[in-house]
């Protein structure tokens, strides 16, 4: 959670996922895209200044087996970088979105060892012509046995299709959620998402989820 | 002059400070002491507990607004077996004293959470809640009327022997009607206010925002809102109030106490600023040093008197 500098209007502190963590440095890197007013808030706070953060909290992706596929669509690449750097082992990253212009991940950023790098936009602007969602099924038809598990993170409704896919192949899946949020600790109730076992706290059961649990119904 | 006394006595409740934790952000377990400084509470009002477990509204439930907050959380507790055998044992003797926010579907509902909970070691005291604006059954429909009112806060005084708070909705013509009904029915303290019924609309998908469809506003936006109701209430019963409504400050707290409260809660502000107890209790104890108060109780109504 990232703690707004003191203002008027904007007051709840804002759930981020972690992009990159340089234990050397003592540098932890957030990457967001400009949303609403707290983002606007933060995207202009001035350089050298000192702001709030509580965490790490929740519940994160579990160990990258070898041959997984991680999916990202938009600003899902944020978490999906962080845990490829956590490992060497060889994985597959599709970086899906509408158009080139909204893949804003810096490429020295994607330049992850051990990964393979997919992109894709809908109007073919940069990478191959398609979805996040037709790739990721071509590559699980032509060579089924290869995957081991796939990680994504990105908008609802490619997560639900993400989560169809894991549960069409049997492939272990996993997804982060976002829901707005007040106390990222789990004790106000209101960041939850429906799933088999009920409502759970994406703050605090989440945000990864196994996706054969979650429930979308929109 | 001595140390500023910062005891109050909220309607049989010995409280160390008249600073509470108001029903609702911190939970209704543990979670709490991880991250909110709790040694400047007087009291903690934990979430509403139900009899049965309830699930709680579909989400999305919550949406910042402007200098404040809309929820629609929807009670979803654990009910009161669980809050018993796995929550409580983990409250008790955290420090402050702990008050338990109950709720339910019917009088009876209410009756049974109260008798269940009266002699448990480690309740201190009870809130009932009339006023949750985001359940449809039970919650503000005994709050808007004060023949109901009086009867779920009469039955529940007859099971229980522990203080008892009564949460008022702002969300009624006259407060006043309803915050004497529950004097009259044995109350001993009154809570107020809770959240101000709301809506927003998502402008893409063209429905509402929030799963329920309406929620509760709090946060700073509701102070002027909460204040003259505590305003009023004071001039309508002789019972303590606890004033709750945007709090964010040792002024704004200062305020209420002015406008004729005991004590206050501090809600939606704990999201932003944890330490706010203590920054609460400071700034209260400096108030009374530099005006020479000796206690709270002198300045409790304050602003009613005509000088």
């Given amino acids: ?218 | 002059m001595t140390e500023p006394d910062l005891h109050v006595n909220l309607g049989g409740l010995r409280l160390d400070t008249p600073i509470l934790a108001a029903s609702g952000p911190i939970g209704n377990s543990h979670q709490y002491r991880e991250r909110f400084s709790t040694h400047a509470l007087g009291a903690i009002i934990v979430k509403g507990v139900s009899l049965e477990p309830w699930p709680g509204n579909p989400p999305p439930r919550l949406a910042e607004t402007a200098s404040g907050m809309l929820n629609a959380i929807g009670l979803q507790n654990p009910g009161l077996k669980q809050f018993i055998e796995q929550d409580l044992p983990q409250l008790k003797g955290a420090g402050p004293r702990i008050i338990v926010n109950i709720v339910g579907r019917t009088v009876e509902e209410y009756a049974q959470v109260a008798a269940g909970l009266n002699g448990k070691e480690g309740v201190d005291g009870l809130e009932i809640n009339i006023s949750c604006p985001n359940v449809k059954a039970g919650g503000i429909a005994f709050g808007t009327d004060p023949d109901q009112t009086y009867q779920v806060v009469n039955t529940v005084r007859r099971q229980t022997n522990l203080p008892l708070l009564v949460k008022l909705t702002p969300n009624v013509t006259d407060i006043t009607i309803i915050a004497r009904a529950a004097e009259a029915a044995g109350a001993n303290a009154l809570s107020l206010i809770n959240t101000l019924s709301g809506m927003l609309i998502n402008i893409e998908t063209r429905r509402p925002l929030l799963g329920n469809t309406t929620g509760g506003l709090s946060g700073r936006a509701i102070l002027p809102v909460a204040l003259k109701m505590v305003w009023q209430t004071a001039e309508a019963v002789k019972i303590p109030l606890l004033g709750m409504g945007g709090i964010s400050s040792a002024r704004d707290a200062l305020q209420f106490i002015m406008a004729g409260a005991r004590a206050l809660a501090v809600g939606t502000a704990l999201f932003h600023n944890p330490e706010l107890p203590d920054e609460i209790y400071q700034g209260l104890a400096d108030y009374m040093t530099e005006h020479e108060i000796a206690s709270l109780e002198s300045l409790e109504g304050i602003a009613h008197l005509r000088r």
């Fill in chain 1, 1 to 218: 959670m990232l703690y707004l500098p003191p203002n008027r209007q904007q007051q709840l502190p804002r759930p981020f996922s972690i992009f990159k963590v340089d234990c050397k440095r003592g540098e932890l890197t957030l990457f967001f895209q400009v949303k609403g007013d707290g983002t606007g808030i933060l995207a202009n706070v001035e350089t050298d200044s000192t702001i709030k953060l509580f965490g790490p909290l929740g519940i994160g992706f579990p160990a990258l087996p070898e041959n997984s596929l991680l999916v990202a669509g938009g600003m899902g690449i944020a978490p999906l970088v962080y845990l490829a750097a956590t490992t060497t082992k060889p994985c597959t990253m599709i970086y899906a979105a509408c158009t080139a212009a909204q893949l804003v991940c810096p490429a020295t950023d994607l330049k992850l060892s051990g990964v393979t790098l997919l992109e894709i936009t809908e109007d073919g602007s940069r990478g191959e012509q398609g979805t996040a969602i037709d790739l990721l099924s071509r590559l699980l038809n032509a060579d089924s046995d290869r995957y081991k598990a796939i990680f994504s993170c990105g908008p609802r409704s490619m997560l639900k299709a993400v989560a169809d896919l894991g549960r069409q192949t049997g492939l272990p899946t996993w997804i982060s959620l976002e829901e707005r949020m007040a106390c990222g600790i789990g004790a106000c109730l209101g960041c939850v998402v429906k799933t088999s076992g009920g409502y759970k706290r994406v703050c605090f059961d989440g945000p990864v989820f196994p996706a054969e649990v979650v429930i979308f119904n929109d």
